[in-house]
């Protein structure tokens, strides 16, 4: 009985181990599969996850390129405003986008938040920035427009001003002419020789006098009144004839010492006039030259030869 039981048990005992070999090969292959399937999906994981990476890093390096190109562009920008105040804010807004920028550099791409915030804030101060530079191009259209509006001004002043010079030249002229009609104006001066009787005198050792007469023409632009005529009588070396009053008169903003003068009434037509010379010293042969002024004018002169 003993010897026919124990080959029973061995093959039993076989039976056994040959079924927990298979259940344990099962087990490794379950366990085996499993590890595969887990790796696998731990690197299905991590492409995903680098994926992920390469598209925030590729976004980011995307809105660094946007807003290095937009800090570049209100660099290049010439802000052409004398508004120091609007100036000074664009200058703190440009500031801003550097150090927004600079950080956006800095944080990592999988910081998706603080790059979110920091976009968002650069957005804002690009904002700002357009806001202040339409501001300054506002400016700038409104300053052109008054240059503008001001040259047309200033171009009608002047034109004003040139009218006015030429109306002020045209009346100066006018005034000038009148100013010349109104000087009055001696004609047929004459100079005869007299002694000591008043007669006419052929000869310059008993000449006593000298009698000028001429004519004051017709002006009726001259002013009508009292007038004062002063005469002057020089030698050919353009001496004056002594006298004995040595008195002066203006002419042209110099004082003139003359040989005789007369008050007179002009009525504005012509009138003659005879004015008298007393000889202090006995008179040579020589040319004579007299000049005959009034209203600080000269108004007629006339050389005569006596000998």
């Known amino acids: 009985m003993h010897s026919n039981s124990f080959p029973i048990m061995k093959k039993e005992t076989k039976t056994i181990l040959i079924i927990s070999f298979s259940i344990l090969g099962l087990l490794l292959l379950a366990a085996g599969y499993l590890i595969y399937m887990q790796q696998k999906a731990l690197k299905q994981n991590n492409d995903t996850i680098e994926e992920m990476t390469a598209v925030m890093e590729f976004e980011k390096q995307q809105s660094i390129e946007e807003f290095e190109q937009m800090q570049k562009q209100y660099e290049d920008f010439y802000i052409n405003t004398d508004n120091d105040s609007l100036l000074r804010l664009i200058d703190e807004e440009k500031q801003k986008v550097q150090q927004l920028l600079q950080e956006l550099k800095t944080v990592k791409a999988t910081n998706t938040r603080r790059i979110s915030e920091l976009k968002h804030e650069l957005t804002t101060v690009r904002s700002v920035l357009k806001t202040y530079v339409a501001k300054v191009d506002s400016l700038n259209t409104v ?6 509006e001001n040259k047309k001004i200033r171009g009608r002043y002047e034109e004003q001003e040139r009218q006015l010079q030429e109306k002020t030249a045209q009346a100066n002229a006018l005034e000038e002419k009148i100013s010349m009609a109104s000087i009055l104006e001696a004609s047929d001066i004459t100079i005869s020789a007299l002694n000591e009787k008043g007669k006419k005198s052929s000869s310059l050792k008993k000449t006593a006098k000298l009698q000028i007469d001429f004519k004051i023409l ?10 004062t005529i002063y005469l002057r009588i020089t030698d050919s070396k353009e001496n004056l004839l002594p006298t004995s009053s040595h008195d002066y008169f203006i002419f042209e903003g110099v004082n003139l010492e003359y040989s005789a003068k ?23 042969a020589d040319i004579y030259t007299i000049t005959i002024f009034t209203e600080g004018n000269l108004i007629g002169q006339r050389s005569f030869k006596l000998q």
């Open 262 to 284: 007369k008050d007179f009434d002009f009525s504005g037509e012509t009138q003659e006039i005879t004015m008298f010379f007393p000889i202090m010293e006995r008179l040579v």
């Open 218 to 227: 017709r002006n009726i632009s001259a002013e009508r009144g009292h007038k």
């Open 143 to 148: 300053n052109d427009n008054l240059r503008t």
